[in-house]
């Protein structure tokens, strides 16, 4: 019984360590609201197992470009929407709003993840710190799961689970930031008219 007293003992001892070391969500928060630009390398594992690859580019508050390698696909946030263009057809693209997608967490124009009820989970595996997040608001949009390294905090990967609980994951490369982007890659409307030949 002393040795099982003693174990449960010491496991808890070296569990208050793994604890510690998850990245404390006032300095996500500061990490996530510094980032102006940037851009990297992604690849996309979808509900259906599928793997996609691109590029991405960030341009906070409220604009992000996903482009998709070898395949005419662009998702893109900007003017508070959310617009999905697929070449292989010819009808205008699928838009929602961004504040109905869990990526506005990130896009927002102040993060702040200590607000009531945003975060779900806060996590250290032992090398990386595991932030669920959801809107607090609106819970019912899903949640964005996002995947940090410390020293210096690097963003690694994030999970969006939709309405539906389809999970979409996305892996990035090694972040470039402070590069120049302009703001017209992210306009939903030049995009139209380009595709239309206008």
């Given at each position: ?15 208050v360590p793994a604890l510690a070391d998850a ?28 793997v996609s690859t691109g590029h991405l580019y ?141």
């Open positions: 019984m002393k040795q099982v007293l003693l174990a449960l003992v010491l496991a808890s001892i070296a569990a990245i404390p969500l006032n300095a996500i928060s500061r990490y996530l609201n510094g980032i102006e630009t940037a851009e990297a390398d992604f690849t996309q594992i979808n509900d259906d197992g599928t960030l341009r906070r508050p409220g604009n992000m470009r996903f482009e998709y390698a070898g395949d005419d696909l662009l998702v893109m946030a900007g003017g508070q929407q959310v617009a999905i263009f697929d070449g292989r057809s010819n009808t205008r693209p699928d838009q929602y709003p961004l504040r109905e997608t869990p990526l506005s967490i990130i896009l927002d124009e102040q993060v702040d993840l200590s607000r009531s009820n945003m975060v779900v989970r806060h996590e250290f595996d032992g090398t990386s710190t595991r932030v669920v997040a959801q809107d607090p608001d609106r819970p019912e949009i899903g949640s964005l799961t996002m995947v940090f390294t410390p020293d210096p905090i690097e963003l690694r990967q994030w999970v969006v689970r939709d309405d539906t609980g389809a999970e979409t994951t996305v892996v990035l490369g090694a972040m470039e930031e402070g590069g120049s982007i302009p703001l017209t890659r992210f306009s939903i409307t030049q995009e139209i008219q380009r595709r239309r030949g206008d």
